[in-house]
């Protein structure tokens, strides 16, 4: 079997035949042998209608589920029981147009380990959305590839339409919560390459979408469970935390040496910064960077190169406050803005200088076993390429 296709379905009794029709029509005079897969948790008659369509159309296959147990779940299910080389999974509503699933197959075959039609890039569009739900989705998205460094690169990752090669997702351990199968298999599968293709994600075929408040917090439950799965992941949150707990020690030290041994004031508040200081860089080196283990004389220079960063932070601040007031605006605002900056740019700093990577250094996590280095890219429409 060359071709498995697989749909996900909840009471969808007025599409399953139409997607079965534009699927035969889409593949039709392609040499290619094929199976079509719903996983079905239907509580109306969709079951009847898929087990009369297997009986008519030997490349229909169908398992009913009785109980709703979500699309993410569905798909892993689809994986399962198909035996295609190549897979291909999309929605059962038509919002997925199925004439794309030839040149998908196409980047399967010659380009791409993973292939994704995207709604964000140069010729494809998101139609199908009202403006409140493009939002949301809008927003779903950032969430995902700010947090999670495999998501980044890739423009459509909560989108339901992708292809892949069989082995991809053959070793992975995929135990997605909710909706969102793609993220899943792009941060646990094993892939070299993902391409992109545009399209245009039409308005549903027929009956209501399942979408629901649920599934977007279970979204969010997804992106921090993979998130906290992977060290590298991790690492922002725990910097930030680390420093959240920085200030709080900070203020702490400040109220025992000021009120309780009645340093001077600025005496007092610089000790509480070197207190803080050095509270931050005990957590770092023993919970944030705890895998970035160094040997030798670069164990020693940790602790100065920490401090200088740490200062490198005070600059920055301060050049925010100082932007802000040329040019007239609030000052606290500008130290705000300036923390913000102040924090991503040492996060970096101190990754970069202070606790590098070592080279006998372990894979962070399974999640990071796969390949280390992926190659994305996108195409452009046939209807581009031609003109
Ligand atoms: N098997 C299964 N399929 C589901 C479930 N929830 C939604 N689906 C299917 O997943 C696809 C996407 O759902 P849809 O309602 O179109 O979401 P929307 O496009 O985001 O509005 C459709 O094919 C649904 O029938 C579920 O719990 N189980
Ligand atoms: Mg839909």
């Not at 035969?24 to 897969?37: F, H, K, S, T, V």
């Not at 041994?261 to 770092?284: P, Q």
């Not at 100065?304 to 960063?309: E, H, Q, S, T």
Request: include cysteine; charge should be positive; glycine fraction near 6%.
């Amino acid at each position: 079997m060359q071709l498995s296709i697989v749909i996900p379905s909840f009471n969808e009794r007025n599409n399953v035949r139409a997607i079965v029709d534009r699927i035969e029509g889409a593949l039709q005079g392609i040499q290619l042998a094929y199976e079509i897969w719903f996983i079905d948790d239907s509580s109306d008659d969709t079951p009847r209608i898929l087990a009369e369509l297997a009986s008519q159309n030997p490349h229909v296959n169908f398992h009913h589920r009785s109980a709703k147990s979500g699309l993410g779940t569905a798909v892993v299910e689809g994986f399962r029981r198909s035996k295609g080389e190549y897979i291909v999974v999309m929605d059962a509503d038509l919002q997925h147009p199925p004439e794309l699933i030839p040149e998908m197959v196409n980047q399967l075959r010659e380009v791409s380990d993973v292939v994704i039609p995207s709604r964000f890039i140069a010729g494809g569009s998101d139609g199908g959305l009202n403006a409140f739900r493009k939002l949301v989705s809008w927003t779903a998205r950032s969430i995902g590839r700010l947090a999670i460094k495999r998501l980044r690169k890739v423009t459509d990752c909560t989108g339901g339409f992708f292809g892949l090669r069989r082995q991809v997702v053959e070793r992975a351990d995929l135990n997605p919560v909710g909706w969102k199968i793609l993220i899943e298999v792009l941060v646990k599968g094993s892939y070299q390459s993902v391409v992109e293709i545009p399209y245009a994600f039409l308005a549903r075929n027929a009956d209501e979408s399942k979408m629901s408040l649920t599934e977007q917090w279970n979204y969010l439950r997804h992106i921090f469970k993979l998130l906290w799965s992977s060290a590298e992941d991790r690492r922002f949150v725990l910097y930030c935390l680390v420093g959240g707990l920085g200030v709080l020690v900070n203020l702490a030290a400040m109220s025992v040496l000021f009120y309780g041994f009645r340093i001077h004031a600025v005496a007092a508040s610089v000790l509480a910064s070197v207190i803080a200081m050095i509270h931050n860089f005990l957590w770092h080196d023993r919970v944030t960077w705890k895998e970035h283990r160094q040997a030798g004389w670069r164990k020693t220079l940790r602790m100065p190169v920490f401090v200088l960063i740490s200062l490198s932070g005070i600059a920055v601040t301060a050049l925010f406050v100082r932007l802000f007031e040329v040019l007239g605006l609030w000052e606290l605002a500008g130290q705000c803005v300036g923390i913000v900056a102040a924090t991503g740019w040492t996060f970096l700093a101190n990754n970069r200088w202070t606790w590098p990577r070592s080279l006998q250094e372990m894979p962070d996590s399974a999640c990071e076993t796969g390949s280390s280095q992926v190659l994305y890219h996108t195409v452009q429409t046939t209807r581009e390429r031609e003109s």
